[in-house]
């Protein structure tokens, strides 16, 4: 069943895989510095006239708790993890991310009772600020009730949730969304970070904190003013036509293309990933991406090796061994929802994060034994025994 929500001003999304840090780490402090001189792009085939004169200012230190546990949201389980490659680690002491929301430029930071504090950089923290980043942050939706479902129903589960609480699903603006995750097709970490920080640049520059530079998300209509030959000659190779004929077909969209994006949250799931799937450079697996992280489809499974891999050790190990193939990854989508029900894309979530290098490594070796006791035991490659 859909939600229905009070609607705050647009939003513009996040990060998803930690970008590189400054050489020197920020120190923690209370006000942060925010440069309002226009930064030089690295990379300048196209025109960007949007200049804004040098000065600097400090923020003031006017933090405003989100009045939230570190169990419904854990922000280096939430940004650092692939769902968005606009967010920035800038301080280490408290732990804190900055990003953009909107034309808000925001940075929240962990505190030690498990809270988030959040900070507008030259926005009045109003209503309306303060709404956008809660929809953002997906806030309304409760983690400890749908995990304790999930771990009715999964002893493994319930144990990884114990150490990675907080790992939450964002609610990205869908055009945002949409085009990083055209260009994380293939790809790696830090060339798709580059690549988004390409396309962000075009944007209004909203300043820039602890060394980062951070703008608003450039409209469909600025967007659909760079070419080809702009995005090639900045690195993005055959995805530059993807992003250039996607843009043509949204503004083709009756109504427009942002309207049309923002429809698709209204469509059953299949019919919103057919939907996607007409843009150039949108395959199953991008699609259920930007279903899952924008489009409320809290079912979406995106699927990939990884997830293929966790579905064969927990969920269908008869399947182990086999390719994965367009008709197995519904296989591997089914099995998920099956499991975990409605929103099973969050469960997904979950699974997918511990198996990161960074987070496996902090879970106890008792939780990794216990799994290898659980998966099936195979002679022969025929299945012998098997657990769920």
Known sequence: MKRTRSKPPPLTPITAAMPPTPSTPPTPQTAHKLTHSKPTPTLKPISNSSKKPKRSIFSSPDWAPLNTTQSELSLPLTFPTGQTFRWRQTQTSPLQYTGVVGSHLVSLKQLQNGDVAYHFYQTPCDTNARAALLDFLNLDISLSDMWQGFSAVDSRFAELARHLGGARVLR?????????????SNNNIKRITQMVDFISSLGDYLGTVEGFDFYAFPSLDCLSMVSEADLRAAGFGYRAKYIVGTMEALQSKPGGGVEWLASLRDLELQKAIDALSTLPGVGPKVAACIALFSLDQHHAIPVDTHVWQIATRHLIPELAGTRLTPKLCSCVADAFVSKYGKYAGWA????????????????????????????????????????Q
């Open 172 to 184: 990205q603006d869908p055009l945002e969304c949409l085009v990083q995750f055209i260009c994380s």
């Open 348 to 387: 997904q979530t979950l699974l997918f994060i511990a198996e990161l290098p960074s987070q496996k490594a902090l879970l106890p070796s008792t939780l990794w034994s216990m799994e290898e006791g659980r998966n099936s035991k195979r002679k022969n490659g025929q299945v012998v025994n098997e657990t």
